[in-house]
């Protein structure tokens, strides 16, 4: 069965540092990957996805994401942390074959300080 | 387009009673998901769907029945809730190759 870890429960960073949150999967052939952002009290807004091809992906907010086959991972990078970004991070994994299970990690809670 | 609508917003239960979560869709996706979400443990799958009349378990599906009759809605029943399964609930839906849609949750709240 397919899994997803976030190795981080908290993360601390000062505003303008860059930011790097970590994602590993368990699955037997390359997912479909995911991250989301969730601000207190609100919904999951997607930010990149990976389906195929390029394996470094560009997504919203100046996020981006790579694909790495050979470490299992997808690790969400940002250049220079906004105090906005602030929220919970989630990676999550969708299975391209039989199951069609979608599963997310546990989160990733960053704190952005002035 | 209204993409995934959840029913109700927000309920409040006595332990014991049941109830159904509405989960309903427009997009004509085949895959449609239960989530909930715990503080600190992300959100987890309850169960799923591949198709109308299909239904499969999740990560945590103990305490939860779900139904698809038709393929735009999922529903979730709660045949005699505990204060275990006081919680946010998600739904979802998912077309291959494509963005899994999220409704907007259901805050469920069992004394």
């Known amino acids: 069965a397919q899994s997803v870890t976030q190795p981080d429960i908290h993360i601390t960073v000062s505003e303008g540092a860059s930011l790097e949150l970590r994602c590993n999967y368990s699955?037997?052939?390359?997912?479909?990957l995911f991250w989301y952002v969730q601000s207190p009290g609100q919904g999951l807004q997607l930010l990149l996805k990976?389906?195929?091809?390029?394996?470094l992906v560009q997504g919203i907010k100046g996020f981006e994401a790579e694909f790495k086959r050979s470490q299992s991972s997808f690790n969400l990078r940002k250049p220079s942390v906004h105090w906005s970004d602030a929220a919970e991070y989630f990676c999550?994994?969708?299975?391209?074959?039989?199951?069609?299970?979608?599963?997310f990690g546990t989160g990733t809670r960053l704190k952005v300080l002035a | 387009n209204a993409g995934v609508t959840q029913t109700p917003k927000f309920r409040v239960l006595k332990t014991g009673q049941s109830m159904t979560l509405l989960c309903a869709q427009d997009?004509?996706?085949?895959?449609m998901y239960w989530y909930r979400q715990d503080p600190g443990m992300g959100l987890r799958l309850i169960h799923y769907?591949?198709?109308?009349?299909?239904?499969a378990k999740g990560e945590v599906p103990d305490g939860y029945n779900v139904s698809r009759l038709k393929k735009q809605n999922f529903l979730l029943g709660l045949e005699s809730a505990a204060p275990s399964q006081t919680s946010v609930y998600f739904c979802?839906?998912?077309?291959?190759?494509?963005?899994?849609?999220f409704g907007p949750g259901t805050r469920l709240l069992v004394l």
């Open positions: 999550a994994v969708g299975t391209t074959s039989g199951t069609y299970k979608y599963i």
């Open positions: 699955y037997g052939a390359t997912p479909y």
């Open positions: 990976y389906f195929s091809g390029d394996t």
């Open positions: 997009m004509n996706h085949e895959y």
């Open positions: 769907s591949v198709g109308e009349g299909t239904t």
């Open positions: 979802a839906a998912w077309g291959l190759g494509e963005t899994q849609y």
